[in-house]
């Protein structure tokens, strides 16, 4: 006779019971969230009480994290105690329930009272990631919200915060353990060059240790500035007693920060390098950067800077320091120089800024990626221990302004691309306020990088979204994909390149089909940001065109601010700040007898304007 198949059940009344000692703080935290989420997964269910026996095993020698089941019992095994709670997560969701997509929500899935667990074989068996670095730029100060974001970051596997030093400088002793117990790196660095040589306590001593310009040193902005772009403030980068100050100040970073192993030496945003004899000895002006990466009308000072993180990193050693520097493949510096190679101790975070979104990052045919895909190469190349780290904008490129990016699909196929390469991961910016518009890119783009398929990765996203409509729910952003990809062969998601290459009809019809959607189940909370989101959308195609056709101004304007400040300021749609930031910028172009095209920046107009007419036509 066949033998019948053993399965565990799990049902209304299950009691966990560890077979091994829980001590280690992560452990402790995988076997809370465990019985956390079976007791709510069963939550008024009357089934008889059962002890299911549940073994968390770290085992140094262990190739990924795996779950196996037996007749009355869970077994966890991972090399380390974080892949421990990452095996619990991934457990939830995929035979729990759960789906870890909002955060500070855990999405349960209703079904039946009971799951049967076949206790034949692996459950979940030695996952991996594809990516070891995998994570989120955080440009806004560290609050309450943290806790939501770290949480949710560890439910998805993530596990590096990068920041500014200005920000980190406000963090508590229990936030950073929460995010220590979670497996989060946070590296403080970001755009830094103010913060370690700040204007207010070097520029009256030491004017020379900022840029020269136009045969005057600059006189730079405060570090407390609230919001300085410092676009054109620099620092003498070859001034022997700079460099060595950089230096001194790094180290006592590290030595007031302990728990920091990452900081980043990053210049200030923009250009604006220092034309002293001995730093324009750095340059050749005639060699410019390329259109792709928005350095056509600038030299190229990837030599200066690449010079001087070579020299601090090897200063940081022979002092000592163990921390771990960052660097930045940015605009005007965005490929390695000559002799310039990622030692152990260093990573490089690749921007790709301005990237086309209708292409993937790889693809041939496409005029800005595929240059960004050969100096990712180039940087893989130069690896001697070092980290290649793509810094990404899955939330729409320079501004938080909530245009359509639907990047679920791409991204499968850029980790693939990455991991080919030999790229140690990605990080990308966000926003909490912005969630419903961006979420379903960070989702997936955390499940790509961990190894999961897009077809099961999606097809749950779909499902925990839009639940018995998950069908209508997946056609919605096929259509939105579909309109974004309408705007031409190639689209950088600021306004003017798609709102001047589509038809506000397609706005309306999206719209429409938001408002379908939401009909079904009027009271779902994600739906309603969805039809939001698409009179958002509406609004401002419909201001754009009206303005190019001379039939708004200062005043439509205004009352679209009113408008999005009265109905998406406490939902998870626009980030008010940056929208404020963005159309009080268009006001004051318009007071100004200027013409808007983006931020009112001349050398970024100009950009907009030759891409309109270039990469971007319709016909190119």
Not at 362 to 368: A, I
């Amino acid at each position: 006779m066949k033998k019948k198949p053993a399965f565990l059940t799990l049902s209304g009344r299950t009691i966990l019971e560890w077979v091994n000692p829980v001590a280690d703080e992560q452990l402790e935290l995988a076997a809370d969230e465990l019985n956390r989420l079976v007791l709510t997964r069963f939550t008024g269910r009357k089934e008889p009480d059962q002890t299911v026996d549940v073994v968390f095993e770290v085992k140094a020698d262990a190739k990924g994290f795996s779950v196996k089941a037996a007749e009355n019992m869970l077994k966890f095994t991972a090399p380390t105690a974080l892949e421990i709670i990452y095996a619990v997560y991934d457990f939830a969701e995929e035979y729990l329930g759960y789906t870890f997509f909002e955060p500070g929500v855990d999405t349960l899935e209703t079904f039946g009272g009971k799951i049967q667990l076949k206790t034949t074989g692996y459950l979940i068996k030695k996952r991996v990631p594809d990516l070891k670095v995998r994570g989120f730029v955080q440009e806004f100060p560290f609050s309450e919200d943290n806790y939501v974001i770290g949480d949710w970051m560890v439910k998805n596997k993530l596990n590096y915060v990068e920041t500014w030093m200005k920000y980190y400088d406000h963090i508590d002793q229990d936030m950073i353990d929460f995010y220590r117990v979670r497996g989060i790196t946070i590296e403080s660095g970001h755009h830094n060059f103010s913060y370690l040589i700040p204007a207010e306590k070097y520029a009256a001593e030491h004017p020379e240790f900022f840029a020269e310009r136009n045969g005057a040193r600059i006189k730079p902005s405060s570090s407390k500035t609230p919001n300085a772009l410092m676009l054109s403030e620099q620092l003498c980068t070859t001034n022997p007693a700079l460099r060595e100050e950089l230096v001194k100040n790094l180290i006592e970073y590290g030595k007031k920060h302990p728990e920091v192993t990452n900081v980043g030496l990053i210049p200030n945003d923009g250009f604006g390098w220092c034309e002293c004899e001995e730093c324009s000895k750095f340059y050749d002006k005639n060699r410019k950067g390329e259109l792709y990466s928005l350095a056509e009308h600038v030299y190229l000072a990837g030599e200066i800077y690449h010079d001087l993180i070579m020299y601090v990193c090897r200063r940081l050693k022979e002092e000592g320091c163990t921390l771990n520097v960052t660097l930045c493949a940015y605009i005007n510096y965005c490929y390695p120089t000559e002799n310039m190679y990622l030692e152990k101790g260093m990573t490089v975070e690749m921007a790709n800024y301005w990237r086309c979104i209708n292409h993937k990052i790889d693809d041939p045919d496409c005029p800005v990626n595929s240059r960004y895909a050969k100096d990712i190469e180039a940087w893989t190349k130069v690896k001697r221990g070092g980290n290649v780290v793509i810094y990404e904008y899955f939330m729409g490129v320079n501004f938080y302004i909530s245009l359509p990016m639907v990047h679920t699909d791409k991204i499968f196929d850029e980790v693939a691309f990455y991991k080919k390469t030999g790229v140690d991961g990605i990080i990308t910016q966000f926003h909490l306020p912005h969630w419903s518009v961006y979420g379903i890119n960070y989702y997936t783009m955390a499940n790509a990088m961990y190894g999961k398929k897009r077809p099961a990765v999606l097809k749950k996203l779909w499902q925990a979204l839009f639940n018995d409509d998950a069908a209508e729910g997946k056609r919605f952003y096929a259509k939105l994909d579909k309109l974004v990809h309408s705007a031409g062969k190639c689209h950088i998601p600021y306004p003017y390149s798609l709102f001047s290459r589509t038809e506000l009809k397609d706005y309306k019809a999206m719209k429409r089909c938001a408002e379908k959607l939401c009909a079904k189940l009027p009271r779902d909370e994600f739906r309603k940001d969805l039809v939001l989101w698409m009179e958002y959308l509406v609004r401002f195609k419909t201001f754009f065109d009206d303005y190019n056709a001379g039939k708004a101004g200062i005043k439509e304007l205004k009352a679209f601010q009113k408008w999005a400040q009265n109905k998406c300021s406490k939902r998870p749609v626009l980030r008010m700040g940056s929208f404020n930031s963005y159309t009080n910028k268009m006001i004051q172009q318009l007071e100004e007898g200027k013409k808007w095209v983006h931020f009112g920046l001349d050398w970024e107009d100009a950009y907009v304007i030759k891409h309109h007419n270039g990469i971007l036509s319709k016909d190119a």
